[in-house]
T-cell receptor
């Protein structure tokens, strides 16, 4: 397994602003992912964070709204841009140790509230 | 289009009895299935998984059953303990592809 930390753990933001969420892993991992869990909903994959290249976004998510950085094999950031109340969610990063996307290990999440 | 479904949003079970959580999927290309447990204010924790080449996988009190013909899997917890009270998510993948999660089932184990 891996120990994953996220900052901040929670935040309350104003409409139209941006928030950058950090994800730090205690070991080098090949694959890192960003998910969103809206209230009462399932976890939805936003994108796969690729080291050294642009992230791979899922349908319905775009780079302008959710820019992602992955400068090395232990760290990634997700920015939620130009926020609206609909962006209020829990944002989680995850990593895959064994390769492939299965058996992912999750960080504690960042609870975002947009007013 | 919900490819992974957990039709029971909640389940209440007495301590010591068996908890059975169910999950259905629609994509026949899924070949790896996982269960995660999530406590409030924490990220999901991996619990147990099963490959499509098996129909059962057991780990201590937790057993996952897979019925490919019915596109159905279930998680059995026996005996259930109060510490098992959490939200349980099933997830499916095509091994090298992304995880698709169900909507979760909230399990409450009461004394």
């Amino acid at each position: 397994s891996a120990v994953i930390s996220q900052k901040p753990s929670r935040d309350i933001c104003q409409r139209g602003t941006s928030l950058t969420i950090q994800c730090q892993v205690d070991s080098q991992v090949t694959m890192m992912f960003w998910y969103r869990q809206q209230p009462g909903q399932s976890l939805t994959l936003i994108a796969t964070a690729n080291q050294g290249s642009e992230a791979t976004y899922e349908s319905g998510f775009v780079i302008d709204k959710f820019p992602i950085s992955r400068p090395n094999l232990t760290f990634s950031t997700l920015t939620v841009s130009n926020m609206s109340p609909e962006d209020s969610s829990i944002y989680l990063c995850s990593v895959s140790i064994a390769g492939g996307a299965a058996e992912q290990f999750f960080g504690p999440g960042t609870r975002l509230t947009v007013l | 289009d919900q490819q992974v479904k957990q039709n029971s949003p909640s389940l209440s079970v007495q301590e010591g009895r068996i908890s059975i959580l169910n999950c259905d999927y629609t994509n026949s290309m899924f070949d790896y299935f996982l269960w995660y447990k999530k406590y409030p204010a924490e990220g999901p924790t991996f619990l147990i998984s099963i490959s499509s080449i098996k129909d059962k996988n057991e780990d201590g009190r937790f057993t996952v059953f897979l019925n490919k013909s019915a596109k159905h899997l279930s998680l059995h917890i026996v005996p259930s303990q109060p510490g098992d009270s959490a939200v349980y998510f099933c997830a499916a993948s095509e091994v090298t592809d992304k995880l698709i999660f169900g909507t979760g089932t909230r399990l409450q184990v009461f004394p």
